[in-house]
Nanobody, 116 residues
Framework: QVQLGESGGGLVQAGGSLRLSCAAS????????MGWFRQAPGKEREFVGG????????RYGDSVKGRFTIARDNARNTVYLQMNSLKPEDTAVYYC?????????WGQGTQVTVSS
């Protein structure tokens, strides 16, 4: 059973930065691809980005390309989401995810609020 826990959310002004963290337990973290999604009020869940297990490849949703960066530290069982040049439309609950044996695991989410 994989468990994921996000942290680092908060309130920030437009143009600012935040770094989210997601700590994983219960699985072989270094073997897992990891991803981030977000969900704003009244909107569908949106793919933010993902990183392969060896950090060889990353990919991002169109709305965050060039502003957000995903990285991982396998020694700390943690994946990070560095968010720069934040916009009010980035306001959402951010979730990290991973897929194991055909099942998707979600963290509890962390709220990010960007004020204009």
């Amino acid at each position: 059973q994989v468990q994921l826990g996000e942290s680092g959310g908060g309130l920030v002004q437009a143009g600012g930065s935040l770094r989210l963290s997601c700590a994983a337990s219960g699985g072989m973290f270094s073997t897992l691809a990891m991803g981030w999604f977000r969900q704003a009020p009244g909107k569908e869940r949106e793919f933010v980005g993902g990183i392969t297990r060896g950090s060889i490849n990353t990919r991002y949703g169109d709305s965050v390309k060039g502003r957000f960066t995903i990285a991982r530290d396998n020694a700390r069982n943690t994946v990070y989401l560095q968010m720069n040049s934040l916009k009010p439309e980035d306001t959402a609950v951010y979730y990290c995810i991973t897929d194991v044996a055909g099942r998707r695991y979600w963290g509890q989410g962390t709220q990010v609020t960007v004020s204009s």
